[in-house]
């Protein structure tokens, strides 16, 4: 069986693989949810939905380093990277030991891209369209909700020290988009510092929960006029793509409600 991966690589398979290594959390939790756990051999300590899977499967490492003695002790036939997660030096060591699969998500369509390549690789198409077929739904009533409500500005932290926010060109901006939002940082690209002194104009600022766990504790260190409009966000749905999208669009559309009550305006 001959694949492409979403950078274009080709991977030749025998089979569809029956021991395999994710090595992104979102991309895990897909597996397991079409129903592969028992086929995971290895995944991150960031692997955490759902919470047994790091029980059922052999920690390899993280996303930016592995154990690649242990990767190879597990004789995967195939692993599952990331161009963002993981790095490319880690792509070609990774080689040596199976073929590797590298996913480039950055907007919704290429995350359905990506599913449907699972679907081919491993011998599951049907429950990936079964799977796309009830978010494309969800996405529906989502947008329901957001044609009954104006459209509101917000800026979408994701680190501090140095503070930083997703922009363009991310996948998280384009959830935004699909959210209802309008990034107040379209007009930079990936995710740049920011200057305080600078700060646009907002209705909201997100803190997201992850890569940086922002609390209700951090929003006294932004500058005073701005507290009011901080909301803490799941940062999970915001950037997980695979099957976490379903749970996404209800979780936007439950989100919108909370945005308004603060500011129906």
Known sequence: MQVFDQLNRRLCLDKAPQRIISLVPSQTELLFDLGLADKLVGVTKFCVH???????SNVVGGTKQVHLDKIASLNPDIILCNKEENTPEMVDELQKIAPVHVSDVNTLPEAFQLMRQYGVIFNCDLAIEEM??????KQQQLQQQINKAPLKKVAYFIWKDPWMVAANQTFIHHILHLAGYQNAYTHQSRYPVIDWNKFPQVDFIFFSSEPFPFKEKH????????QDKVVLVNGEFFSWYGSRLLKAMSYFINLHKEINRINPS
């Open 219 to 226: 929003i006294q260190e932004i500058p005073e006029n701005l």
């Open 50 to 56: 759902p919470k047994k899977i790091r029980k059922q």
């Open 132 to 137: 796309l077929a009830a978010i494309n739904q």
